[in-house]
C-alpha cells in the first residue's frame, strides 16, 4: 500500500452525510457477469470476437475504457482503435477481460473525488509491476497477473474508507509507523486489515488463488522472505514486484511518507533477483512506462 | 625312468584366505541372492522376455529403513546377520518365480516375471508385513522395516528405466516416512500452489481451481424453525461445481485440505453468508445466518481478521451471525482454537456445534466450549417416534445442552410424528425437508419475504 493511503489522506472532502450512508448501505460488488463471459468465449475452441465485441459495447463506459486502454501507448500499438472491435483485436481476449476487471472494479465501488486518485495510483502501480515482470523474465511472474494484482492489491483500503469513517486516522498513522507491520497497526483498531479484506474481495471476484494469497500477505514480510512460508513463489514475486513498482513510483513522484520500502524493500530486491545498485536505471526506464498511464 | 611330469608345489603353511569355500562369482556371499553385476544382468535379460512373450514384468525394490543405525549399534558383522535374515524372510514371502538381488548395502531387488499391478502390490504388501517383524540379534530384539518401490514394465522399456522408475517409488516411500510401499505412477507430483499431490488428487485440485475461477461456488440456504414456528436461523450450505457439474465434497475436502484451498472455500462462504445475512436485513427480514467453518480456518492465527473483515465488508450486526463447527473439531481444542472461539463469542457472533452425538467429543470440551446452540446429529431424529431408546437420547441430550445455556436444534426433520416425538422431547428447533429443503439465495429471500406478509 501506502502510494495509495498519500492520495486518499491528502484530500479530505467532507463528504455529505447522505452519500455516506448510501455508500454504507452499498453491497460487495459481485464479479460482473461479463468478465465470465468474455472467460466462457477464452475457453472455446474458436472464441467469438464480434460477440464479446457486443457485449461490451452494451456499457459505453466500458466500451470507452477498453479503447482507451488499447491506445494506451503503454502496448505500443502504431494503429490506433477506433472501435471496441478494433480494442479487442489489438488486445486479444485474456489482457481485454483484464482490462474489463479493472474497469468494472472502479465502476462497481463508488467513485467520488477522493477515490478518483486512489485508483489513479492503483493504475500505475500495475502497469509498473507488469512492466517489472517483463523485465525481469521471471518464468514465474506473469506479466498480466501483476498488471491484475496491482489493481486488486489495495482494493481493501477503499472499502474499509467506505465502511469505517475512523479508518482515514489508522491509516496516517499505519503509514508512519517504522516498527509494526502495516497490518498490524490497522488491526489493533478494527480486529482486520486492508489486506485482508482485500484477499475477501479478490475472492469474491473470483481471482486466481495465488493473486488472492498475495493480496493476503503482501505486508508480511516473513512470508514473503522464506521459500517455505507456504506461500506460492509465484504469490511471493506479485508481492516483491508490486512493493518495487511502488517504490519506484513514490521515488518518481516525490517520495512518501510511508515506511514500507524500509520493511520490505531488501527482502523484494532479492525475489526479483535485483540490486540497489540496478535501482537508478530501472527509475529511469519506469519514468517513460508511467508517461504512458494517465 | 619317466619323471611323473606332476610336481606337488612346495609345501607353505596353510592360510586363513584358503580355509574359506571359493566365491562364486555371481553370487552374494551373505545372502545367496545375486550380486549387484548379476543382478543387472537378470533384469536386462528378463525384460527382453517380457517385451518379446509380451507378459509383464514387476521389479520391487525393497531397502532397509535406518540400515546405518544398526551398522554402527552391532557393528557390520551384526549387520550382515540382519541382512541374512531378512533374506530369508524374503524368500519365504515370494511363492511366485522370481530373481532375487542384492543391489547394495541396505537393497534388494526382486524380479518377479507374469505379475501383475495388484498381485505385486499384494506381494510387497506380504513384503512389508513380513521384514517389519521383530529380530533377535544377541539378546537384543530389534524391529527392521523396510521402504519399498514397485514398477511394473511398459512393454518396451528398457531395463534400466524399470529399475529407475522402481527405485524412484522407493525413495517416495522413504520420503513418507519409510516402512510403506509407494507403486510407481502413484508418487505425489507437486500441485499449483506447490504441494505433493497424488495424480487422481492433482485432478482434483485443478477441478477446484477451475470452479473458483469461473464462479464455481454457491451457497444454498435451509431455514431452521423453532417450536412455535418462527425462523430460528438459516444454515448456508456450499456447492462446488467444476465443468457443469456438481463436485462431490466427500471428494475435494481431502485435497482442499492438503492444499491449503480449504481456507478460500471457508473464507468465501465466510464473506458470502455475511452478504447474505446483510440482504436480509436490507429487505427487512433480519435473521440469523449460521455459515460453516472448517477446523482449517479456526487454526489460523488470521481467522478473527477474516471474521471481521467479512463482517466490515457486508456491513452486518456479529449478533446476525453463527459459526457452525463440526463435532469433530471440538474434540482437539488447541490453543489457538480456543482463542479463536472465545474472541468469536467477544464479539457477539454466535457459535453452533453440528452434528453432536455420532461423534466422539467429550463431554468436558462440551463444558470449555463457549458455545450457544447444539444441533442434534440426523442420526437421532431419523428413527423417531418409534425407536424409544434414541427418543431416551434425544430427550438427555437435549437437557443437557440447555443446562450449559445452548439452544438445541434437531436437524434431518422429514415428517410430523418426527417433529412431534422432538417437540415432546423439549428440543428447542427443527431443520429439515419437513420445513423447507436448501434453497437459492434468490428463493431465500423471496420465502422470507412471503412469510413476512403472511
Known amino acids: 500500500m501506502t502510494e495509495i493511503a498519500d492520495n486518499v489522506l491528502s484530500e479530505r472532502p467532507a463528504?455529505?452525510?447522505?452519500?455516506?450512508?448510501?455508500?454504507?448501505?452499498?453491497?460487495?460488488?459481485?464479479?460482473?457477469?461479463?468478465?465470465?463471459?468474455?472467460?466462457?468465449?477464452?475457453?472455446?475452441?474458436?472464441?467469438?470476437?464480434?460477440?464479446?465485441?457486443?457485449?461490451?459495447?452494451?456499457?459505453?463506459s466500458l466500451a470507452a475504457g477498453l479503447i482507451k486502454t488499447a491506445n494506451s501507448p503503454y502496448f505500443g500499438f502504431r494503429n490506433r482503435a477506433r472501435s471496441v472491435h478494433d480494442a479487442l483485436l489489438m488486445l486479444g481476449l485474456d489482457v481485454t477481460s483484464r482490462a474489463v476487471a479493472a474497469i468494472s472494479l472502479r465502476q462497481a465501488l463508488p467513485n467520488n473525488g477522493q477515490l478518483e486518485r486512489f485508483w489513479g495510483a492503483s493504475a500505475q502501480i500495475a502497469v509498473l509491476s507488469s512492466w517489472l515482470a517483463q523485465q525481469t523474465a521471471n518464468p514465474r511472474l506473469h506479466a498480466g497477473d501483476a498488471y491484475t494484482y496491482g489493481l486488486f492489491r489495495d482494493c481493501g483500503i477503499a472499502v474499509l474508507l467506505i465502511r469505517l469513517p475512523?479508518?482515514?486516522?489508522?491509516?496516517?498513522?499505519?503509514?508512519?509507523?517504522?516498527?509494526?507491520?502495516?497490518?498490524?497497526?490497522?488491526?489493533?483498531?478494527?480486529?482486520?486489515?486492508?489486506?485482508?479484506?482485500?484477499?475477501?474481495?479478490?475472492?469474491?471476484?473470483?481471482?486466481?488463488?495465488?493473486?488472492?494469497?498475495?493480496?493476503?500477505?503482501?505486508?508480511?514480510?516473513?512470508?514473503?522472505?522464506?521459500?517455505?512460508?507456504?506461500?506460492?513463489?509465484?504469490?511471493?514475486?506479485?508481492?516483491?514486484?508490486?512493493?518495487?513498482?511502488?517504490?519506484?513510483?513514490?521515488?518518481?513522484?516525490?517520495?512518501?511518507?510511508?515506511?514500507?520500502?524500509?520493511?520490505?524493500?531488501?527482502?523484494?530486491l532479492r525475489l526479483l533477483r535485483l540490486a540497489a545498485s540496478d535501482l537508478p536505471e530501472l527509475y529511469r526506464g519506469a519514468e517513460a512506462v508511467l508517461a504512458t498511464v494517465d | 625312468m619317466i619323471d611323473h611330469p606332476y610336481r606337488p608345489p612346495p609345501e607353505r603353511p596353510q592360510r586363513y584366505f584358503d580355509t574359506m569355500p571359493v566365491a562364486d562369482p555371481l553370487l552374494d556371499p551373505i545372502t545367496g541372492f545375486l550380486n549387484r553385476k548379476a543382478g543387472l544382468r537378470a533384469a536386462a535379460i528378463l525384460v527382453a522376455e517380457s517385451n518379446t512373450s509380451h507378459t509383464p514384468l514387476g521389479a520391487i525394490w525393497v531397502d532397509i529403513d535406518r540400515f546405518r543405525q544398526v551398522n554402527e549399534s552391532f557393528g557390520h558383522r551384526g549387520g550382515d546377520r540382519v541382512i541374512a535374515l531378512i533374506a530369508e524372510r524374503i524368500r519365504t514371502v515370494v511363492r511366485h518365480q522370481c530373481e532375487y538381488s542384492r543391489t547394495g548395502s541396505d537393497e534388494f531387488v526382486l524380479l518377479v516375471p507374469a505379475i501383475d499391478h495388484a498381485d505385486a502390490e499384494q506381494l510387497a504388501r506380504r513384503l512389508l508385513v513380513e521384514i517389519e517383524r521383530p529380530l533377535r540379534i544377541d539378546t537384543i530384539l530389534i524391529r527392521p522395516s523396510a521402504s519399498i518401490g514397485v514398477a511394473i514394465n511398459q512393454i518396451g522399456e528398457n531395463p534400466i528405466a524399470l529399475l529407475e522408475r522402481a527405485d524412484r517409488a522407493m525413495v517416495e516411500a522413504k520420503r513418507q516416512g519409510g516402512n510403506r510401499l509407494v507403486m510407481s505412477g502413484d508418487e505425489p507430483l507437486t500441485g499449483r500452489l506447490g504441494v505433493h499431490l497424488a495424480r487422481e488428487e492433482l485432478a482434483i485440485e485443478s477441478a477446484l481451481h477451475a470452479a473458483l475461477e469461473s464462479g464455481g461456488l454457491r451457497l444454498d440456504f435451509q431455514p431452521i424453525l423453532s417450536r412455535d414456528g418462527r425462523v430460528e436461523a438459516i444454515e448456508a450450505l456450499m456447492r462446488c461445481y467444476a465443468n457443469g457439474q456438481q463436485v462431490d465434497p466427500a471428494r475435494f475436502i481431502p485435497v482442499a485440505e492438503k492444499t491449503g484451498l480449504?481456507?478460500?472455500?471457508?473464507?468465501?462462504?465466510?464473506?458470502?453468508?455475511?452478504?447474505?445475512?446483510?440482504?436480509?436485513?436490507?429487505?427487512?427480514?433480519?435473521?440469523?445466518?449460521?455459515?460453516?467453518?472448517?477446523?482449517?480456518?479456526?487454526?489460523?492465527?488470521?481467522?478473527?481478521?477474516?471474521?471481521?473483515?467479512?463482517?466490515?465488508?457486508?456491513?452486518?450486526?456479529?449478533?446476525?451471525?453463527?459459526?457452525e463447527l463440526t463435532e469433530s473439531l471440538i474434540m482437539d481444542l488447541s490453543e489457538t482454537v480456543q482463542a479463536n472461539l472465545r474472541t468469536t463469542r467477544e464479539v457477539g457472533v454466535g457459535l453452533a456445534i453440528d452434528d453432536f452425538g455420532t461423534g466422539y467429543s467429550c463431554l468436558s470440551n462440551l463444558k470449555d466450549l463457549p458455545a450457544t446452540k447444539l444441533k442434534l446429529d440426523r442420526a437421532f431424529v431419523g428413527v423417531l417416534p418409534d425407536d424409544r431408546r434414541s427418543f431416551a437420547i434425544v430427550k438427555a441430550m437435549t437437557r443437557l445442552g440447555q443446562e450449559l445455556g445452548m439452544i438445541v436444534v434437531a436437524e434431518g426433520v422429514e415428517t410430523c410424528t418426527q417433529l412431534a416425538a422432538l417437540a415432546e422431547a423439549g428440543v428447542d428447533a427443527s431443520q429439515g425437508f419437513l420445513h423447507a429443503r436448501p434453497m437459492t439465495e434468490d428463493a431465500l429471500l423471496a420465502w422470507m419475504k412471503q412469510r413476512e406478509q403472511k
Open chain 1, 15 to 60: 463528504i455529505d452525510r447522505v452519500l455516506e450512508q448510501s455508500l454504507r448501505d452499498l453491497d460487495i460488488p459481485p464479479r460482473p457477469l461479463i468478465i465470465d463471459r468474455i472467460k466462457a468465449e477464452m475457453g472455446s475452441a474458436s472464441p467469438n470476437l464480434r460477440y464479446v465485441g457486443q457485449l461490451i459495447s452494451v456499457d459505453v
Open chain 2, 262 to 323: 480449504i481456507v478460500r472455500l471457508g473464507e468465501w462462504s465466510l464473506l458470502q453468508g455475511t452478504r447474505c445475512a446483510a440482504r436480509l436485513c436490507r429487505q427487512g427480514t433480519p435473521t440469523k445466518l449460521a455459515i460453516n467453518v472448517s477446523r482449517a480456518q479456526l487454526l489460523s492465527p488470521r481467522f478473527i481478521q477474516a471474521l471481521h473483515g467479512a463482517l466490515i465488508c457486508a456491513d452486518v450486526p456479529p449478533a446476525l451471525i453463527e459459526l
Open chain 1, 166 to 268: 475512523a479508518y482515514r486516522q489508522t491509516l496516517e498513522r499505519a503509514n508512519a509507523n517504522t516498527d509494526l507491520a502495516f497490518t498490524a497497526v490497522e488491526q489493533q483498531d478494527f480486529r482486520t486489515d486492508h489486506a485482508m479484506v482485500g484477499c475477501l474481495l479478490a475472492q469474491n471476484w473470483w481471482l486466481p488463488e495465488e493473486i488472492c494469497l498475495a493480496i493476503r500477505h503482501h505486508h508480511d514480510r516473513s512470508a514473503i522472505d522464506f521459500f517455505d512460508s507456504g506461500l506460492p513463489a509465484s504469490s511471493r514475486y506479485l508481492v516483491a514486484a508490486s512493493q518495487t513498482a511502488e517504490h519506484i513510483v513514490q521515488q518518481l513522484t516525490g517520495g512518501s511518507r510511508t515506511q514500507e520500502w524500509s520493511k520490505l524493500g531488501s527482502s523484494c
